[in-house]
């Protein structure tokens, strides 16, 4: 008998180990991938916290700050009805905004040049008869005329022919002053529809940083100035990052509001701790964590007031990310670079800004070695002119425009 063939065991699994072992394998896979991405904002306010506890020997960071009524923060209010601005029209042209400021634009450059033209003709006149009166030409003339053209003095020198200039100016002065008068008349309407634009929306032209006489306005700008000058006589560390944590403290409790100004005012309280960090503190990490936190997460509500959104206020979230990328590229942390910059994509698709955003982002990737992404967004630049300036810039990313 062989009894190599019956001294075989068969090893039996336990189910139980094994499906420990896939948590496991699950766990640890999840946390190498959440170490190495992005990072939740609950997560990076813990490191916020923790940070700022060990470095200010603090644990509660409570301010005296005069918060709104409870009552005002639990219920959002009503709505102001702004009109459309896609539908508004001008009552004296019916003409939308964007055809008036254009209008406006084109005619107000044309009444410059004929105005330039109108005092240039004077300045000549004026020269001219210096010149029959047998004087010597006035430096502060001729500086004059130099600073608004470009020309040689066209002056002769006969005096017959000087006279004749003269009058020739003036018959110009009169055609180019009736010229311009004609220009002003076609100005006015549109101006008139201007103004009439701005009052129909002024409630919802107000930026970040706009201040008014509301009692939280007030009470913020009196925190902040404390704080400021508080900073200026901290000696150490240990106390600006106490004040950045009572910054920090501040905004938390006035994101938890329902009313646009209070998470307005929670939005610029954070972007104050997160400034402070950098030029107080000198502490670009934190500066970026904060970003990181607090303006990533909550950076549409600068694109709100009074309830409502409106086409300059995007430009105030544009220059929040903006701010953004700056701290995260003062720690070379690309995956929030890009984050950002996707955002900024996605929530100002109409930036001018679009395509360099298109460009930087290609760069990233083409560094990185994906050239998938990298030719994905190059493909997405809408603006051909930016090509050129592309080709200047970054000539790493030429193959890609190739294609």
């Known amino acids: 008998m062989n009894s190599n063939s019956n001294n075989t065991k068969h090893i039996k699994l336990n189910p139980k180990v094994l499906v420990g072992a896939a948590v496991g394998i699950v766990i640890v896979v999840g946390l190498i991938l959440f170490l190495s991405g992005p990072k939740p904002a609950w997560f990076v306010k813990l490191q916020i916290k923790s940070y700022l506890k060990n470095n200010s020997g603090k644990s509660n960071f409570a301010a005296d700050f005069k918060f709104p009524p409870k009552s005002e923060m ?42 330039r033209d109108i005092n240039e003709a004077k300045l000549l006149i004026r020269i001219a008869n210096e010149r029959l009166a047998n004087k010597k030409d006035d430096p502060i003339l001729l500086t004059a005329f130099r600073e608004i053209s470009t020309n040689a003095l066209p002056l002769p020198s006969d005096a017959t022919a000087l006279q004749e200039k003269v009058k020739s100016l003036e018959n110009e002065i009169a055609e180019k002053s009736k010229l311009l008068a004609s220009k002003e008349e076609q100005i006015k309407p549109l101006l008139a529809d201007l103004i009439e634009y701005q009052l129909a929306f002024k409630d919802a032209f107000k930026g970040l940083d706009a201040e008014d006489n509301s009692p939280l306005s007030v009470a913020q700008n009196e925190f902040i100035r404390n704080l400021q000058q508080k900073f200026d006589e901290a000696t150490t560390y240990a106390k600006m990052y106490e004040y950045i944590g009572q910054e920090l403290w501040v905004a938390e409790r006035l994101f938890e509001s329902k009313n646009p100004a209070h998470l307005l005012a929670a939005l610029r309280m954070a972007r104050q701790a997160a400034r402070d960090a950098m030029e107080w503190a000198q502490n670009y990490w934190l500066a970026a964590r904060i970003y990181e936190a607090y303006i990533l997460p909550n950076v549409e509500i600068a694109g709100i007031s009074s309830g409502a959104g409106n086409r300059r206020n995007r430009f105030t979230i544009e220059g ?27 929530l100002v698709p109409d930036s001018p800004r679009a395509d360099f955003v298109r460009v930087q982002l290609a760069s990233i990737y083409d560094e990185r070695g994906d050239t998938g992404k990298a030719e994905k967004y190059i493909k997405q630049i809408q603006n051909t002119n930016n090509v050129n300036f592309i080709v200047r810039r970054f000539p790493n990313l030429q193959k890609y425009m190739n294609k």
């Open 320 to 346: 929040l990310l903006n701010e953004c990328v700056n701290a995260f590229q003062m720690n070379e942390e690309q995956e929030n670079e890009i984050r950002a910059y996707k955002m900024l994509l996605a």
């Open 74 to 115: 639990e219920k959002a209010p009503e709505k102001k009805k702004l009109p459309d601005e896609k539908s508004w029209r001008g009552s004296q042209t019916k003409k939308d905004f964007y055809t008036l400021r254009d209008e406006y634009i084109k005619l107000k450059l044309e009444a410059f040049d004929i105005e």
